[in-house]
Nanobody, 120 residues
């Protein structure tokens, strides 16, 4: 079981910046992809950014050039640097990880979510 704890959300004016963190802990063999999703009321959760075990990042078109996903050297904490924020970035942001257990079984975990609100 892997637990994810997110932090760094808050209220910011349009054009401002926030940095989200997601720290993973628990029992696992190794991590695979880690990702940040976001969700607004009445809409499906959407992928904002992801990073592979090899460090390759991928971004939704709506955040490309403004958001940067990174991770620490231990590969158990990921970050989402969000610059030039827009009101449409307002959402609950969730951290997600795909991880492998011993025996070749994989599973997913979600964080509890952190609210990001961008005022115009």
């Amino acid at each position: 079981q892997v637990q994810l704890v997110e932090s760094g959300g808050g209220l910011v004016q349009a054009g401002g910046s926030l940095r989200l963190s997601c720290a993973a802990s628990g029992t696992f063999f190794r991590f695979d992809n880690m990702a940040w999703y976001r969700q607004t009321p009445g809409k499906e959760r959407e992928l904002a950014a992801s990073i592979t075990s090899g460090g390759v990042t991928n971004y939704a078109d709506s955040v490309k050039g403004r958001f940067t996903m990174s991770r620490d050297s231990g590969k158990t904490t990921v970050y989402l640097q969000m610059n030039s924020l827009k009101p449409e970035d307002t959402a609950v942001y969730y951290c997600n990880v795909k991880y492998w257990k011993t025996g070749g079984i994989y599973s997913y975990s979600w964080g509890q979510g952190t609210q990001v609100t961008v005022s115009s």
